[in-house]
């Protein structure tokens, strides 16, 4: 059951996929859509240290593929970028999504499914926005990495439920370190899953210079997984589809099922 279920989740959905400029509305970033579709879930999704949103475009246009409108900001790329302030502008993704018509009219967004989601300091930057706002339903994080103010205080404010996905080989944000300290500290239901053999860039996609200042590199196997989860998740979250939430309970080859805490 797991292996079907990671073989057809990690496959593209259904839906054709547009892709679109964030910057038309002033915000300068990436939102990929369904070709159509009238009151679909949305998620925003935060980079990673140094990282341009093109690195995750393949996690972006997956989710796109299967009914989720998915926006990632590109701004605060630099070293010194605020983790504070990219949470800011994951809750304006969020109001693009709802209140821009996308694809020519062809496409909403229903303001009572939302969520957030990001790798690395934009995980955390994640659970930050998602502390501020009460209209985000469900968080997911990929090699969640602490942030300034902390994410595992926020994280004792957010009562949505969460999905942290660490990676086993993580140099940059050990998982005991940061992580999991965020999901012990959630305020709702937390999943932690540790992918054994990925690295902290494991999640990213193609080449760029800062593969040269941060431990790892892109890792099909770990992408794979990983679009897998976050797919199951939102859509048992956002869609109500309770047969994708069950996967991620499920033993899956080269995944730990870590830390759980369901919500009283």
């Keep these: 059951m797991a292996k079907h279920l990671l073989d057809e989740l990690a496959r593209p959905g259904p839906h054709q996929v547009l892709r ?55 701004t605060h790329l630099g070293p010194f970028g605020s983790h504070r302030l990219l949470a800011a502008d994951l809750r304006t993704a969020l109001d693009v999504c709802v209140g821009v018509r996308l694809g020519e009219g062809a496409i909403s967004v229903d303001p009572e499914r939302l969520g957030v989601a990001g790798h690395s300091t934009g995980g955390g930057s994640a659970v930050l926005a998602a502390a501020a ?65 990925a690295s902290h860039l494991g999640f990213v996609e193609g080449r ?35 047969k994708y939430l069950g996967f991620l309970d499920e033993n899956v080859k080269g995944v730990e099922v870590g830390f759980e805490k369901v919500a009283a």
């Design 20 to 74: 679109g400029d964030l910057a038309l509305v002033g915000l300068p970033g990436l939102v990929f859509t369904p070709s159509a579709g009238l009151g679909l879930p949305a998620v925003a999704f935060g980079h990673g240290w140094l990282q341009p949103p093109l690195r995750y475009r393949g996690l972006l246009r997956h989710l796109a593929s299967w009914g989720i409108v998915v926006a990632v900001p590109g």
């Design 133 to 197: 706002d009460s209209r985000v339903r469900a968080v997911a994080t990929l090699a969640v990495a602490q942030t300034r103010p902390l994410a595992s205080e926020a994280a004792a404010r957010c009562s949505m439920p969460s999905l942290h996905v660490l990676a086993g080989q993580d140099l940059v944000a050990p998982a005991g370190a940061h992580g999991d300290l965020i999901a012990r500290a959630w305020g709702g239901s937390a999943r932690v899953r540790t992918i054994e053999k």
């Design 208 to 242: 760029h210079w800062s593969d040269l200042l941060v431990a790892g590199r892109g890792e099909h196997a770990t992408q794979r997984v990983a679009r897998a989860l976050l797919t199951a998740f939102f859509l048992g979250e956002l869609g109500g589809d309770g």
